[in-house]
């Protein structure tokens, strides 16, 4: 495999995922029994193979990933890899499949595998937009925790314990379990021209997807990218680093394991500044701290922001900021009270006053409803599950008109 990579080109961020802690801690989205593919939580994955879908933002003839043990206790043995192109179901585009050399993952470490040519990309890389890559591997031995994001949004598949051979095949006969999280890869990369840069959408389930469409791909995120593929912007790579559950200032260190993930200022550099060509970041965020689990006030909230917003813009980062929708009335347990209202308009208010972020989008305009305070009734809803709506997150209709306001703010 050659390593040679052509010049007036760089790495950029197509995918991501955050990592948010070890299986099964993490808040999920129609996730099947995992009973019979994963029996013991503490060993993980045994001699097992996975594969994983991955949609690029934008599509390259050079690709590399990021794989994940930082939540792991003893190194990932991962054998078998390879990046092919998803056809369906478990299964590969014959002849697509692109083997990798395998990779030890030290605990608690992350590790780029080489750069990978993709000599099955047509003449336009444009015509692949939204198609998908699969990265396959088998696990050699016991995984231990396996690094997870449990809101994938997105089907990937596992084998049964033991079987180490489904990894190296395009069929998807040896994959009976599914899985809606994504396992030991955080990022993807592309080589792309020097003018390419990633925005980085940085947040909680607003941002992660609760209440979208599983495998619709319309996460405001998702909409945002096909948006700016519609008007021939090819320059900018949309990711999601949001997780469902996460919190700006909380938990406090030392607290334990959280289904939200590592607070937001602690998980920054790792999971948003570590990426690559990343100009803008778009954070929106605030709700589950001012929630009854949460309890944080807005002042403490704002000045958690601001000093993050300057790490970012130590970087060179262009950081992009939102007002919080309502959950008032929300029959999510913990939210929907008028003291998280109250101080999720005084976070609004500071937003609105300018300075805090470099621009920011007035997301509360777009989906609260003036009239009741609460979230919008044509938002409000599941559009996965097909069930009245929480209160809290936006379906796939308020994601659209969260992605309509962004793209409006984008130079």
């Known amino acids: 495999m050659s ?4 010049s007036g080109s760089h790495w950029v961020t197509v ?9 099964p801690v993490g808040s999920t989205i129609a996730q099947p029994d995992l009973s019979s593919a994963l029996p013991e939580m503490t060993q993980g994955l045994v001699n097992q193979s996975l594969r994983m879908v991955l949609r690029p933002a934008l599509w390259s003839t050079r690709f590399r990933l990021r794989l994940s043990n930082r939540f792991g206790d003893k190194p990932l043995l991962l054998r078998g890899m390879s990046l ?3 056809m369906g179901g478990g299964a590969l585009v014959p002849g697509t499949r692109i083997a990798l050399p395998d990779q030890t993952i030290a605990a608690g470490s992350v590790e780029w595998t080489p750069a990978i040519p993709w000599a099955a990309l047509p003449e336009s890389a444009q015509s692949m937009q939204g198609r998908s890559l699969a990265f396959s591997a088998w696990v050699e031995g016991a995984s231990g925790p396996i690094t997870w994001h449990a809101k994938a949004m997105a089907t990937s598949y596992l084998s049964k314990p033991g079987d180490q051979n489904a990894a190296v095949s395009d069929s998807e006969l040896g994959f009976p379990h599914t899985t809606t999280s994504s396992f030991f890869i955080d990022a993807l990369d592309a080589w792309l021209s020097a003018e390419v840069c990633t925005l980085a959408a940085f947040g909680d389930s607003l941002t992660d997807g609760t209440a979208t469409t599983l495998n619709g791909h319309d996460r405001w995120t998702d909409v945002l ?14 990711v999601n680093a949001g997780i469902g ?14 289904r939200g993930g590592p607070a937001a200022t602690e998980r920054l550099t790792r999971d948003v500044l570590d990426l690559s060509a990343v100009r803008t970041i778009f954070w929106l965020q605030g709700i589950n701290d ?3 689990n949460g309890q944080a ?20 980062v262009r950081v992009m900021g939102a007002t919080v929708p309502s959950a008032l009335g929300s029959t999510r347990p913990g939210h929907g009270s008028e003291r998280q209202d109250n101080r999720r308009r005084a976070f609004n208010a500071e937003v609105r006053k300018g300075g805090l972020f470099d621009d920011f989008v007035d997301l509360d305009l777009a989906l609260t409803d003036p009239l009741t305070g609460r979230l919008h009734a044509a938002f409000n809803g599941d559009s996965t599950l097909g069930e009245p709506g929480d209160g809290l997150h936006p379906n796939r209709a308020g994601h659209a008109a969260m992605a309509r306001c962004i793209l409006q703010k984008l130079p």
């Open 297 to 316: 006030e807005a002042a403490a909230v704002t000045e958690a922001m601001a000093q993050s917003v300057q790490r970012m813009r130590a970087q060179g």
């Open 245 to 258: 559950g996460n919190q700006v200032i909380g938990p406090a260190p030392g607290a334990g394991p959280w």
């Open 225 to 238: 990218q096909r948006e700016l593929s519609a008007v021939g912007r090819q320059d900018v790579a949309v």
């Open 3 to 6: 390593t040679a990579l052509p």
């Open 290 to 292: 001012f929630s009854d």
């Open 84 to 86: 092919g192109l998803h």
């Open 15 to 23: 995918w991501a995922a955050s990592a948010q802690g070890a299986y």
